[in-house]
Structure formats: structure tokens, C-alpha cells
């Protein structure tokens, strides 16, 4: 998931400016046979009044996105009171691991099926850490979540983070006993789930109108009102929805999607089969990226209707799902 507020909000800003500008040249511009000197005053004050609202727009955003760069809001259980602390950031000391996600559920994988893979990968690996959400834009390096704090070391994406905590010895190489072919095997299909799948979840999250509210809530609830109104839904919802657009993700019909969907699954389930893991009877570095898309799409079905239908077709997947969640989240 991208967020990136204080880039995004960058860019709108110049879109503004220069649409701005163009009004006024347009304004401006005046026939040699009849210059009006009242109505180049007038576009003059009119280009200024613009440009000073644009500027006092972007001051009030970044003020309100300053303001709680201070704070980290902790969502509390949703099945007890469903309130929201508010706590001020500690910053991670050489010994501390944090794992910056969303808010979580109470005894539910994350919302994001890369958060969810990095948790269940430290769970396993049997590396302390504290989970915490993110709380402003300068939390995310690269505008998006997962990161890791570590060492000192801020790290992102939870593929080289994963590389890099076994490259440490401080993880097992989960695929020290595979084959080549199965090591290649593997990694197709773990570029199938998140380089095709995870688009999915853009797709219906965020590019889908009814859903949107959904969405909204389960990431965002705990941010104050101001940024879910401006930040969130004019800057970050709009850039997402470009990217889902740019890739080609939200070009496909739906029936065209569903095929698509219909045929990753399959293919998933058909490599499972009866094992205990998708690479047979021990875990591998594809089984934390299966989990977590799973998950997801199983666990948040109000936020990917569609996702979880075609998940829920294969017995073995929700079964796989379903077991693999009691050992690594709930244990």
C-alpha cells in the first residue's frame, strides 16, 4: 500500500499552481486591437487571491501532518471497547525490533498482506518485536509498509528484509532444502501472488467506490479528521487509484479479472495439493507470502468480497489458511 502524503501532496500543490497560472495567462491575454487595462487588474488580483489560497491549503495540510508526527495511534481491541489511545513515539533504541503496519485487529492478521507476511516470518523466526502503526509519512522511507527498525537501521519491503535478517543469521533460510527447480518454482509463484494478486486488493480496497468506506475505516480511523478528509481522499486515495490505472489492474472488466483471479488460485491450490506447505512437508519462504495474501483475502472479506470468494473455492487454501494462522498468530 502507498502513502506518501507530504510527496503526493507536493505534486497536487504544483498541479494547482500551474493550473492557477494558466487561468491567469489566459486572462492576460489580450487582442491588439482592444486592450482593457480594468481586466488585466483584475486577472492580476484574481491569479493572486488563487495562489494564496493554494499556499494557505498546502500550509494548513502540512501543519496538520506536523502535528501528529509527535503521536502514535494505538487502535485497541475491536471486540472489547473499540477505543483509540494515544500515546507519544518512543524511538526505537539499537535493541528494539518494530514492525511499522497498521493498527491490528485483536487476534487478526494485519491489513496488508505484506505486514502480515513480515509478522508471521518474525513469529516463526523467533524474533522479538513490537508492532506499532505508522503515524506520519516520515515513517515510511519509501511510502509504503511494511518497515523495520533494526539495529539502529530503518529497512523497507518485506522481501530484503526478510533476505537481510537471514543474511544476519538471525533468521533460518526456510529454503536451504529446496532444489533448484523448487527455488525457482517457488519464486514464480511468489512473484504470481504479489506482483499480480496483491493488485487485487488495490483493485477492490481502493479503486471500488462501495468498498472505499470500508477501507477508509480499517486504515485510517485512528488519523484525525482533517487529514482522512483532505490528505487521505484527495491526495493518497486519487494517487493509489492512478497507480491501479497505470499498471492496468482497473483496465480489466471484471469478468476479465475474475479469470485472471480464478487461474493464480487454481494454480495455488494445485501446487498445495495435500501437503502441509506449499513446498511440501516444511515451510519455505513462499508459504509467508501465501499466508499473507490469504489471509487477507479470507479474514477482510467486507474490504475484498471478490478476492475472498475466489480464495474460498479451494478447500485446501482455506484449510492451509486456517491452520497456519493458529500456529503463527494465535500461539
Known sequence: MIWDPSSALADDARDVASAVA????????????????????????????????VAAAVALVLLILGGISDVVVETAS?????TVRVRPRTTPTSNHVVLVGFGQRSQWPQASPFVCKLDAFLRVSGIKFRLEPARSAADLPTGKVPVL??????????????????????????????????RARAEC?????????YWGFVRERWCNDAIWPHTEAEYFASLPWAVRAIVIRFVVRPGVVRAAHAVGVSRY???????ILADCFASLAAQLGTNRFIMGDRISTVDFTAFGILANCIYYEELNPVMARHACMHTNLVEYTARLHREWIRS
Open 189 to 197: 509463484l511468489r512473484h504470481t501472488l504479489e506482483s499480480v494478486v
Open 22 to 53: 494558466h487561468e491567469a495567462l489566459a486572462l492576460l491575454t489580450v487582442s491588439e486591437d482592444s486592450p482593457h487595462p480594468a481586466r488585466i487588474a483584475a486577472a492580476v488580483v484574481g491569479a493572486s487571491l488563487a495562489a494564496a489560497a
Open 253 to 259: 472488466t471484471p469478468s476479465q479479472w475474475e479469470s
Open 149 to 182: 527498525h533494526f539495529r539502529g537501521e530503518v529497512l523497507s519491503d518485506s522481501h530484503f528484509i526478510m533476505k537481510r535478517l537471514v543474511a544476519e543469521g538471525l533468521a533460518p533460510d526456510f529454503d536451504a532444502d529446496l532444489t533448484a527447480a523448487e
Open 78 to 82: 475491536r471486540s472489547t471497547a473499540g
